[in-house]
């Protein structure tokens, strides 16, 4: 094999060169527009277009609990970011028991209180009750009581799963909360989401009964579409 003579060096020398030269230049470019790319993304239109969508409010009973420091602190909700799904792991009881549950919180000691509060509760029948006005925080998520409405479900048995006439309600109201505060889908989320606790239990054992639930918001909010 013959030597490389110093030319052939000086021109290979050149060629690795004009190749790093060609595959920064690519890399760049790629990470322009990647970077615009994910603007793009982080600006990305809503998923539903709530302006052309109009959802009818619910039925539903004004039942407000007293104000009181362990289920109405009276506290504003600056922002509805979210809606909270629940359920009351009281099988068999109505509505109107689980509100008067959170009613009975105000005769309870602060320091010894149970906080526990929910904006809606809606029975066996598909009824709702509204306990806590939208503006102000209940004692229902956590960590996310501060930007989102919470809703309790009623259930007859211990698996928790919700009869029609509740699920149907759920599914409505949902849709409504959803439209009246623009929200993304990301934003309907179970009790589970935010503290790993099995509520609402039917839809933690079966996630199948979550993704549905979620599907037929959609569905419900695509039939409330104006003029159609």
């Known amino acids: 094999m013959k030597k490389m003579t110093k030319k052939n ?16 230049f690519v890399c760049l470019v790629v990470g322009i527009f990647r970077g615009i790319f ?3 993304e982080f600006v990305k239109k809503p998923e539903i277009d709530y302006s052309a969508i109009q959802v009818a409010r619910p039925e539903m009973q004004e039942a407000f609990l007293t104000n009181n420091v362990n289920s109405r602190p009276g506290t504003p909700l600056e922002k509805v970011r979210g809606v909270v799904v629940h359920y009351t792991a009281n099988a068999g009881t109505d509505a109107r028991a689980n509100r008067n549950y959170f009613e009975s919180r105000k005769e309870e000691p602060d320091e010894k209180g149970n906080k526990v509060s929910s ?3 809606i029975g066996l029948d598909g009824e709702i009750l509204c306990c806590v006005p939208e503006n ?3 004692y229902a998520s956590n960590g996310r009581n501060g930007d989102t409405l919470s809703i309790e479900c009623c ?17 409505h ?7 009246k505060y623009e929200l993304e889908q990301s934003g309907v989320i179970r009790h589970y989401d935010v503290t790993g606790k099995k509520c ?11 993704i549905g639930f979620k599907k037929e918001v959609v569905a419900y909010l695509q039939k409330c579409k104006v003029g159609e």
Not at 9 to 24: D, E, R, T
Not at 200 to 210: I, L, Y
């Open 9 to 24: 060096k000086y021109l290979l020398a050149v060629v690795f060169a004009a190749l790093g030269v060609i595959i920064l």
């Open 38 to 40: 994910s603007k793009k």
């Open 155 to 171: 259930h007859p048995d211990r698996t928790g799963q919700f009869t029609q006439a509740t699920y149907r309600s759920l599914v």
């Open 200 to 210: 609402p239990k039917h839809m933690v054992d079966h996630p199948e009964a979550w």
């Open 173 to 179: 109201l949902v849709s409504y909360l959803c439209d």
């Open 136 to 138: 102000e925080i209940a």
């Open 119 to 121: 904006h809606f509760i």
